[in-house]
């Protein structure tokens, strides 16, 4: 993909992590196998693709890296996908250590958290088990919606980037008392009858 970039536009200054991958089911019925599997596509090909392309896109002298999360990065509201959500909470972390390094460098990182998008993720979920499905509660968003805020948030500089901005507001709320964030997330989640 890398040479494929190279011989079609001449440098590479753009770079987007993204592929998925969830399985869904109680902690214990998620067996390692599956674990590792969700941390290698998840988490390490994101850091896989960025050590890949960095190098090109530091020679080019600008640039800019998307590195795509999840808002169930960002705060707990399901119990399913434990393994997808550490991933990607992962992601976060590492996507703040990569902006500080670049941050002399010219070179940009934008965290993208989407929540709830029309795309095939749903359909692509491996479900194992009896899942104890829960929602972020917010809209479905289109992704062509998603793209153009991508645009803007690139063009500005911004580093993260929720696919909602109630997200925004909700992420505030757990920082400020993550202990009551969560007890009332498992409140809201033992209320609701499982799929």
């Given amino acids: 993909m890398r040479q494929a970039a190279l011989d079609a536009f001449g440098r590479i200054t753009i770079l987007m992590n993204n592929a998925g991958i969830v399985f869904s089911g109680p902690f214990l019925e998620v067996d390692m196998q599956k674990w590792r599997r969700s941390l290698e596509i998840n988490l390490f090909a994101v850091i896989e693709g960025t050590q890949l392309m960095l190098p090109d896109i530091l020679s080019a002298g600008t640039g800019h890296i998307i590195n795509v999360a999840s808002t169930a990065a960002l705060y707990p509201y399901n119990v399913d996908r434990m393994s997808y959500n550490s991933a990607r909470a992962a992601v976060v972390s590492f996507s703040e250590a990569l ?18 998008t029309r795309t095939n993720m749903m359909e692509n979920v491996h479900f194992i088990g009896e899942p104890k499905l829960g929602e972020p509660g917010l809209p479905v968003m ?20 929720p696919g ?11 920082g ?4 009551a964030f969560l007890s009332g997330a498992a409140e ?8």
């Fill in 176 to 179: 400020a008392n993550p202990d």
């Fill in 188 to 195: 809201r989640l033992s209320a609701k009858p499982k799929a």
């Fill in 142 to 161: 289109e992704p062509e919606a998603l793209a153009e805020k991508l645009v803007r948030a690139l063009r500005a500089g911004t580093f993260f980037l």
């Fill in 164 to 174: 909602h901005e109630e997200v925004r507001e909700i992420f505030a709320q757990r």
């Fill in 99 to 116: 902006a500080m390094e670049l941050w002399d460098k010219g070179i940009g990182v934008t965290i993208l958290c989407p929540g709830p």
